[in-house]
């Protein structure tokens, strides 16, 4: 069986290297960076930190090169789903496609290039520490089902959830794994966008109550919204924010690692994304949608140039 | 007749030098920067920028140095209001004391330590180019008016207003000044909590169509709740964001100024004081709530410490 990964970053890299030690599977990882790729080719894919092996796998700056696959797993930024799944949509003609990307909208891109198409939802963090290692943060299952648009079959889901959970990583397959997806969702909703807009590690915002409070907020957003479109959650997100609280105090969501970078982060597929939902289902989301707002300018101002004769934020300031 | 200026910032300076020129009027500045001080004292307090003059003004750190004052006018940030009127208060004991700050509350605290006390809103800019030096960067009108828990006279308001128009500062004297502090603190809240936000000046932010939306989502919150308090507003504060969007484009408002040089800013008197207000009449300001709270936030992260082995803000990231 041929596995191809599209994205290899930090969770891309995670799963091509598990999948990359299963004998039966051949693991091929597209990825434009062309140090990384030379890298996996020549050393193969390491994972330090929960564990520490290395595996071999098959890496491509140019997805023509790539063979057909039976299954494709999306790790990619959602903002590059679109150009990614572009590139990569020949490689599975007969094969499933299955997202592991953050918040709503990525399964829908998708199913406009691939007729099979697997909803996924994951809990490991994992960082690049340099071209070819990962290094895995934190442990978490991962959830996958057919997506209702063009879906694949429960059997494909099954074959990759088989694959994943040899490979060391804990997979459930389910008819609706939606309920995961949801759940995962309006948690990043709250720590992401509060930890992007404060600046503070996820444990030290939950900390400050008028913070929490904007949270809890979000979050009842998010399940009206869930509520509305049918779902049931796996569970409740506000325990999620304390269970984070408790097991990574000091970690910076990765909207903050986003913002502290300059990076354009994936608010449009979190918060805007419950907002444009709640929107259409006429659930009101003034929150989620200020967030979304408020991030996007916040991104926008990165670029923004001020004519220099009327820059007054360089206007000398008394102290 | 003797006026003292508490806390002779930018907007202090400006009131002082106008007052400054009267003959008839003695002018003493009250300031804790020594600098300024010492500047004001050696070589008068200048004013530039829409006009040019020098005036004569005596200045000191010490209020115990300071004579006792028909009227004193109070321009600290809102954060110093406390402070600033406790160091001062026994001049005041047979006079009447104005307030020219930002947002709501000032007047609550000095009620506590003057008998007579002048509620004032103000639309001039400006900002201080050096120690002894003013640049008044914007025109405006001052409204001024008893504060209802201890007021002033309508005699000792009309006496203020008439000095302040003869100094060239235009002022209007009126019976119920809420209406024209409740439109200005309004605007600020929409205008002052999104540039601090999004980093973006007044102008660009209004462009965004999703950060104006917000924008007006706070003005209806601040409107609800002044309706409420039984105020008529001077003005639509929307109309007034459009007018700023004109006449400053580029202009970052002061709480963005603030964040940028991460001073703690004056939410608390702004979208904090309409929340804290809205909380005890029953009318729902979730949105002033939340940017209250983030901005909080954003400024508690500023001095947190976080362990140096916790530390992933500064794991290098794969980009």
Redesign the interface.
């Known amino acids: 069986m041929r596995i191809c990964i599209i994205g290899c970053?930090?969770i891309g890299s995670l799963y091509a290297a598990h999948l990359g030690k299963l004998d039966d599977i051949e693991v091929w990882a597209y990825d434009l960076n062309p140090a990384q790729v030379d890298a996996i080719n020549s050393k193969g894919l390491r994972v330090t930190g929960l564990s520490d092996f290395t595996a071999a796998v098959h890496a491509s700056i140019d997805a023509s090169k790539i063979p057909p696959c039976e299954f494709g797993i999306i790790a990619t930024k959602t903002l590059f789903t679109r150009s990614a799944i572009e590139a990569t949509a020949h490689l599975f003609t007969h094969g499933a496609v299955c997202s592991v990307q953050n918040g709503i909208g990525n399964e829908e891109i998708i199913a406009e290039f691939v007729p099979h198409v697997i909803l996924g939802t994951i809990f490991p963090a994992a960082?690049?520490?340099k071209h070819g290692v990962v290094n895995q943060?934190a442990e978490g299952k991962t959830w996958i089902g057919p997506f209702a648009g063009h879906p694949a079959s429960m059997q494909e889901v099954e074959t990759l959830a088989n694959a994943l959970n040899r490979s060391g990583l804990e997979c459930l397959a389910m008819e609706d794994a939606r309920g995961a997806q949801w759940t995962k969702l309006i948690f990043n909703s709250a720590s992401n966008a509060?930890g992007a807009?404060?600046?503070?590690?996820h444990g030290?915002?939950c900390d400050?109550p008028?913070?929490r409070?904007?949270m809890s907020?979000l979050v009842q957003e998010g399940i009206a919204v869930s509520k509305a479109l049918g779902i049931t959650l796996d569970s409740d997100p506000e325990a999620l924010l304390d269970y984070g609280r408790e097991k990574a105090?000091?970690?910076?969501p990765s909207m903050?690692?986003d913002i502290?970078?300059h990076?354009k982060t994936e608010v449009d597929a979190l918060n805007g994304g419950i907002a444009r939902l709640g929107r259409d289902l006429g659930i009101p989301c003034?929150?989620n949608?200020?967030c979304?707002?408020?991030i996007?300018?916040?991104e926008?101002?990165w670029d923004?140039k001020?004519?220099e004769q009327?820059?007054?934020?360089s206007?000398?300031?008394?102290?």
Request: hydrophobic letters at 40%; zero cysteines; glycine letters at 6%.
């Open positions: 970053g930090a960082h690049i520490s943060d509060m807009l404060t600046q503070l590690p030290v915002a400050q008028g913070v409070k904007v907020s105090y000091y970690h910076p903050l690692q502290l970078a990076r003034s929150l949608e200020a979304a707002a408020i996007k300018g916040l926008y101002s923004l001020i004519p009327k820059n007054s934020l206007v000398p300031r008394y102290k």
